[in-house]
């Protein structure tokens, strides 16, 4: 067992050098501190469309498969997988690479001669090594576009690359609820997003869909993404948030642009649902792998046209989860996605797939992850219209499916 003053020198190696790192630098960083542990480490970032997982820096590695490499199983079930170096004959290991509990990559690990990957001592000392890795690799993330150009299989359009730096990371979770949302197409979404804030009473979720597909679309997202997050964060209601969001897009003088929103609010203590649907479709309850409503109520008109409600009250409807339930939150492009036949994707389909990789006690990620590539296999891999998915879990048991068994 490598000695403990050797783990401390190689984790402070890491940290102290990190304040001053490039990306770059970070995985010479990440060399030296192996080398401290008679170890190898090599960076796997999972590019945007989670597909696959690529080497960092390009090239010194093959970019591995997700499904169907044991790293990809690493990535897809947050778990140690050991396997052997095949150059070396050495003992190795696959560890998941998050920030919080949203998968980023993972970190193979070529361990010192003798070591047994599966000894839980040793695991644990291993997924510190990952965790602290995975928190530098986001870390730099803003600093640098080594990690942004190693997880892109295709060049963004503008308005992809505005929203991508607007919206939250793609999982969160709190000591009782998960939220897990995608995006496709990565590469050409205009005019969807998402947003969510958890806090220790409440999360505030939503899903929007602005109208057309190229910039201004964009444009128009971005815009009520802001007005709704400072209304948030003003104390607004969720009618005094989507007010907001009204005035932002009267204020820009954008005809013709308009957003479809769905707004809600979740008690963490009670499990009731607060939401608004402003022309969206509704969100779907799930309660142990089965369907059991969308959520009905009478929406206001799309963010953008509160001209047609005048001073008529708008209506915040509510709704009781149990423990356990999740919550689909969806965009029209998700249902409305045609084959060559003309055949939509449908809400049917989406909840079958959905309850199905439920039973099978996936994570709320890997469930989005398996579901908008249905989708996208459904329309020969090049949708026609942006398609957002947000899964959200309240239970206390949710989050520990997220982070791997030592």
């Known amino acids: 067992m490598v000695a403990e003053t050797a783990w401390f020198t190689a984790l402070n190696k890491l940290i102290t050098g990190s304040h001053v790192a490039t990306a770059h630098d970070l995985v010479d960083l990440l060399d030296e501190a192996s080398a401290v542990l008679g170890m190898r480490a090599r960076i ?42 095949e150059e070396s004959g050495r003992p190795a290991l696959w560890l998941p690479l998050l920030d919080g509990t949203e998968r980023v990559g993972v970190l193979h690990l070529v361990l010192p001669e003798g070591a047994d990957p599966t000894d839980s001592t040793t695991r644990e000392r291993y997924w510190a090594l990952a965790g602290l890795v995975g928190h530098l690799v986001v870390a730099k993330y803003p600093y640098s576009d080594l990690f942004h150009t190693t997880r892109r299989t295709e060049e963004l359009t503008v308005a992809s690359e505005l929203l991508w730096q607007l919206l939250p990371p793609s999982t969160f979770a709190g000591p009782n609820v998960v939220v897990s949302a995608i995006m496709e197409p990565f590469a050409r979404v205009g005019g969807d997003g998402f947003d969510y804030a958890v806090d220790r009473d409440r999360a505030y979720l939503a899903v929007f869909d602005s109208t057309g597909h190229d910039l201004r679309a964009g444009l128009t997202t971005s815009m009520v993404l802001a007005a709704t997050r400072n209304a948030r964060r ?40 607060s939401y608004l649907l402003a022309g969206h479709p509704p969100p779907v309850v799930l ?119 030592l």
């Open 44 to 85: 796997y970032l999972a590019d945007l469309p989670q597909r696959a997982l690529h080497p960092v820096p390009s090239g010194s590695a093959e970019p591995l498969g997700v499904d169907a490499t044991v790293a990809g199983r690493s990535f897809r079930l947050t778990a140690l997988m050991p396997s052997q170096d």
């Open 234 to 273: 003003a104390g607004a209601d969720l009618a005094g948030i989507a007010a907001a969001a009204d005035d932002v897009l009267d204020a820009g003088h954008v005809p013709g642009r308009h957003a479809t929103a769905a707004l809600v609010e979740l008690d963490l203590h009670t499990g009731v649902l």
């Open 287 to 405: 309660r142990r792998s089965r369907m059991v409503k969308a959520l009905a109520g009478k929406p206001r008109p799309p963010l953008g046209l509160r001209h047609l409600i005048g001073d008529r009250p708008v209506r915040v409807h509510s709704e009781s989860l149990e423990p356990g339930d999740r919550l689909l939150l969806h965009t029209d492009g998700v249902t409305e996605a045609r084959d060559s036949d003309g055949v939509p994707f449908g809400l049917d389909r989406l909840v079958d797939l959905t309850e199905r990789h439920e039973a099978a006690e996936l994570p709320a990620p890997e469930t989005l992850r398996r579901v908008v590539h249905a989708v996208l296999e459904h329309q020969s891999g090049r949708l026609q219209d942006d398609a957002t998915l947000m899964l959200v879990e309240w239970s206390t048991a949710a989050p520990h499916s997220l982070l791997p068994t």
